[in-house]
């Protein structure tokens, strides 16, 4: 049985005390752990903020990106393991806006990833396809490559907890969403992929939806069997609206 998940990425929004007032809100609703794992992914420059609110709490933090080296002289960078010094248990990884505004390469990707690993970070690694791949029918072959980047490095054993969030990219702060159809079929299709590299690895890896989820909309989204809770951009910024989309995820 995989436990849903809820992940809030912030993108780049919320100043340290936004931040602390946003992460507060949602630690004093005391969602219910076991039913649902929330994470929180800030702008660097807030995790310390964020984690002074969650100490003791069961919110996870994590980031949105990393460099893949331990450090050395790579202006404006960061590392996996500065992230673990600030205790991030997670580390988004692979977001189509690094994809598409940054330049990252399927091989970038992968390398980070291995950096994740190597810190003690559990990635979640970011898949989906454009709007024009989707219209020439090439989704599947799109997240294939996406996903087999990283499953041609490593093994099951090292793989195991990775989450993964198919967020197709035409509906990621569009307001455009997947229908729940459309998003379970591209879930089952990597689930699918992940039970052929491994079977375990296919029963228990997490996938989340990504692109436009609201609090009306979740519970539809998630009903699906392979849909295992959502990465959450624009509507993570608002702690109810938040806290009703874990709400929709835990039921
Ligand atoms: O990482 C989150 C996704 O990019 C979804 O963003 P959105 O919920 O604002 O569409």
Redesign the pocket.
């Known amino acids: 049985m995989r436990q849903p998940m809820v992940?809030g990425?912030w993108?780049m929004n919320a100043t340290r005390w936004e931040a602390e007032n946003l992460v507060r809100a949602i630690k004093e609703a005391e969602p219910d752990p076991s039913a649902v794992e929330i994470l929180v992914?800030p702008p660097f420059t807030a995790i310390d903020a964020v984690a002074r609110v969650l100490k003791g709490s069961p919110i996870r933090y994590g980031a949105?990106n990393l460099f893949w080296e331990k450090n050395g002289a790579y202006t404006g960078e960061i590392s996996g393991e500065m992230l673990r010094d600030l205790g991030c248990r997670y580390v988004?990884l692979g977001?189509?806006?690094r994809r598409q505004i940054f330049g990252e390469s399927d091989q970038d990707v992968a390398r980070k990833y291995a950096a994740a690993k190597r810190s003690g970070l559990i990635p979640v690694l970011?898949v989906g396809e454009t709007e024009e791949q989707r219209s020439q029918g090439i989704t599947e072959q799109v997240v294939s490559a996406q996903l087999q980047a990283i499953l041609q490095q490593t093994d099951a054993a090292t793989f195991h907890g990775t989450v993964i969030?198919y967020?197709p990219v035409w509906?990621?702060?569009?307001?455009l969403?997947a229908t729940p159809d459309q998003a379970q079929e591209v879930h089952a299709f990597l689930r699918a992929e992940l039970h052929a590299f491994d079977s375990g690895v296919g029963a228990s890896t997490r996938i989340l939806y990504?692109?436009?989820?609201?609090a009306e909309n979740a519970a539809e989204i998630f009903s699906r069997p392979d849909i295992d809770g959502?990465?959450?951009?624009?509507?993570?910024l608002k702690a109810e609206e938040f806290l009703r989309i874990c709400a929709a995820a835990a039921a």
Not at 171 to 175: M, R
């Open positions: 992940a990425n993108k992914c949105q988004i977001h189509s806006e970011c969030a967020e509906a990621i702060g569009t307001g969403t990504g692109g436009s989820v609201k959502g990465l959450i951009g624009g509507a993570s």
